[in-house]
């Protein structure tokens, strides 16, 4: 409960409000402080927490996860320092409440500047976003962006959808909402047709009954209440946005006492947009003090209700555990222990396969070969045509290199090809050490992924999926998510990437193998969870075969911690 306590150098109190705050900075905090109480905006706990020295966010987040009083959590910070024990605290608090969160240090200079500040690593803005995204927090862009949903959360109903209504006393304004919405995902609910004859009994035939509903520059208080109240009793409609622009007939407070009165008795969220400035003030001071949210602009109106619906939909969602499968951790630990032994961090490729291997992963055929008569040998063995890889320890991008050479379909294209790249690659890296070839069965069906691994400061192993083979560096069409992952997560992965369709079928091409990529996924979650030693990996390419074939790691590469 509030007791009035300011133990701050913060020279006000805010009001009594639903929301707790706790910020990495005092200072930013003192002066969002002074703007929420010129805004209007009430507190319940306002907490600084400076270098983290004895408390941090984990505690606090801990703290109010049960408390009454707090409706939403708002919080700015510049780093975490536990990232898996805040994910896991995080999820726990957001099935109760939502968190919102606006990052610092998202660039190279401001993570500088954190690290400097807090005496902490900044950790990888990606990571953040991923685990954020995991654990249902959101994360708001700006200062701005955190109270524009703060103010939505701590005092409108959560809605039961996304799809909304816009009333609006002039076009440009609905129209600029009604951009935004289809821009941000939301949907424009249809208006039914007994609806549109209800709202025709009162409003002017000029007037548009469908979606954004136009109730027309002259419309007054008692006008807003009718075509209010008639959309919030339609069950297919989740939320209003409420515009009203300051017009010679317009009644100002009028108008918005009627939306006060109506948010009090609608379990649906209805959010405020009376634009202008000192002709709008009465209006705005009688939502501020109904807890009603105004917003200036239709956009951050929308960005708020967007932010509410996703909470929504994340918070329904049942809880689900990683997958777990049955693999064989003594032979990825002998064969660190191997590397280890021999001084290298990096696994040659025949290592990397059998790692793969050991975690259930489907390989090709592959061997590796010595001499040009091994090659042949094993080429004629699985059958033309082949590809050869260069062998080394010392080449990790073999393309690079002309260390690769695909569609090898006869012995004498085989002994060819390894004569010409082994002359090559010793004439441009003598100090290489050479193995020899691997020779491997070529798949050449399927659309090329790649599925790759990072550790973070911060979280720990950060997986990445994305369009593999020559063209991710390119495209960068690529996801992230922080191990361990559940087959949501792993599913989300494959939908964000921009060229899903290129994996669901386009043009009348067969859909590859999603199944197939969501395990792969799981299993490489697995695997570096299994071993936090290893610093990176990647599986490139991981070749997804149509319909239900499966999935082929055709290429690996992984590196341990020195």
Request: net charge negative.
């Amino acid at each position: 409960s509030n007791v009035g306590l300011n133990a701050s150098f913060a020279p006000v109190t805010p009001k009594n409000g639903h929301l707790g705050l706790l910020s990495q900075s005092g200072a930013l905090a003192t002066a969002v402080l002074d703007w929420a109480t010129q805004a209007g905006i009430g507190f319940n706990k306002f907490f600084t927490f400076g270098n983290q020295a004895d408390v941090n966010s984990i505690d606090l987040l801990r703290a109010w996860k049960d408390d009454p009083d707090i409706r939403a959590i708002v919080a700015y910070l510049e780093a975490i320092s536990d990232g898996q024990t805040f994910m896991r605290v995080a999820e726990e608090v957001a099935r109760v409440k939502p968190v919102i969160i606006v990052k610092s240090g998202t660039t190279a200079a401001g993570a500088k500047a954190a690290a400097s500040h807090t005496g902490s690593l900044a950790g990888s803005d990606r990571a953040y976003d991923a685990a954020f995204q995991q654990c249902g927090v959101l994360r708001a862009r700006t200062v701005q962006e955190l109270f524009d949903y703060a103010i939505a959360f701590a005092n409108q109903p959560l809605p039961r959808g996304k799809r909304v209504v816009v009333v609006t006393n002039a076009g440009g304004p609905g129209i600029l909402c009604t951009d935004a919405i289809e821009k941000m995902g939301l949907e424009l609910a249809p208006i039914s047709a007994g609806l549109v004859e209800k709202l025709k009994t009162r409003m002017s035939p000029s007037s548009n009954f469908h979606n954004p509903v136009d109730v027309l520059g002259d419309a007054k208080a008692n006008l807003y209440e009718f075509a209010l109240s008639a959309l919030l009793e339609d069950p297919q409609i989740d939320g209003i946005f409420n515009i009203v622009t300051p017009q010679t007939s317009t009644e100002i407070p009028e108008t918005a006492m009627v939306v006060a009165q109506l948010e009090e008795g609608t379990e649906k969220p209805i959010l405020g947009v009376f634009m202008g400035g000192t002709l709008m003030q009465a209006g705005v001071d009688i939502l501020m003090a109904h807890d009603v949210p105004n917003y200036p602009f239709p956009e951050r109106a929308v960005a708020a209700f967007k932010a509410m619906a996703d909470y929504a939909a994340w918070r329904a969602l049942p809880t689900e555990a990683p997958t777990v499968f049955a693999v064989d951790k003594a032979a990825v630990a002998a064969a660190f222990a191997k590397s280890r032994a021999e001084g290298r961090t990096a696994l040659n490729e025949v290592e990397c396969a059998a790692i793969l291997a050991a975690y259930g992963f489907a390989l090709p055929k592959s061997q590796l070969c010595a001499t040009a008569d091994d090659a042949v040998a094993f080429a004629a063995r699985i059958g033309f045509p082949v590809v050869m890889k260069i062998a080394s320890p010392d080449i990790l991008h073999k393309s690079d290199v002309g260390g690769v050479k695909v569609g090898l379909a006869s012995p004498e294209a085989v002994r060819d090809a390894y004569d010409a790249m082994l002359c090559n690659i010793t004439g441009k890296m003598p100090a290489a050490t050479i193995w020899g070839v691997n020779i491997q069965q070529m798949v050449t069906t399927g659309k090329q992924t790649i599925l790759g691994m990072s550790r973070d400061p911060q979280f720990g192993p950060m997986l990445m999926f994305g369009l593999g083979g020559i063209y991710v560096e390119v495209l960068k069409d690529v996801t992230f998510r922080i191990a361990p992952l559940t087959a949501r997560d792993a599913r989300q992965m494959i939908s964000e990437i921009r060229s899903a369709k290129l994996l669901t079928g386009v043009r009348g091409e067969q859909a590859v193998d999603l199944d197939a990529i969501v395990e792969s996924i799981l299993r490489l979650s697995q695997l570096v969870t299994d071993f936090p030693e290893i610093a990176e990996m990647d599986i490139n390419p991981l070749i997804a075969l149509p319909g239900t074939a499966g999935a082929i790691a055709i290429d690996s590469r992984i590196a341990l911690t020195p």
